[in-house]
């Protein structure tokens, strides 16, 4: 919701915010929005009936963004996930968590992760929140973040050709 005396706020993707969070995800992640993973069919899956099937056919029941805003000039400098697993029925996974460089900071990713948390623990159906990181020097900042939050690694392994390890994390809830 929008609070004036904030510098930021939260709220859910929609089609009017789609397009620059898809921007700023391309800009932080290039390498992940051009694989198997592209956010932009996820994202745009999740604002229609239809995507929505289509996502729970391909094993994800569940699936939820946010975006983060500017107070002043409205553009997205954020974005978060949260999604369920046909094969995981014990966690919540948190996913495409970015903030803009121009941003960071300000406390805008732990703002983010805690959205998606409490989400999570709202809806009170599973025992974990659960996410999976790399040793990308890119994402250097958010291990920090996830080890200050209380988010342990529970299993590596190798990502597949990108020379860095996959990091899987989770917090009982
Ligand atoms: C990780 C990321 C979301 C953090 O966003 P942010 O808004 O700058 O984070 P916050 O300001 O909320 O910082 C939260 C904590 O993270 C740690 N942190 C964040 N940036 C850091 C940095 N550059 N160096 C060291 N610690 C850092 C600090 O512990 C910080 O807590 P503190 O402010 O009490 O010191 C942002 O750096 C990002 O988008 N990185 C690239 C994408 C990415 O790695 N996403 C996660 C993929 S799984």
Known sequence: MKHELEPFYIEPLS????RSALNLLNRVFPRESQGGERPFVFFTATLCSV???????KGYPF???W???DSENGAVV??????TKADDDEAYWGGWMCVDPKARGKSLGMALSYRAMVEATKRGDRKYARLYTSTDPNEAAAQIMYDQMGLEVYREEDEPGTGYKRLYRQIEL
């Open 15 to 18: 089609w009017k915010n789609l």
């Open 78 to 83: 954020g974005t978060v996930g949260l999604y």
């Open 63 to 65: 699936v939820s963004y």
């Open 67 to 69: 975006v983060a805003r």
């Open 51 to 57: 995507g929505r099937l289509l996502l729970k056919w």
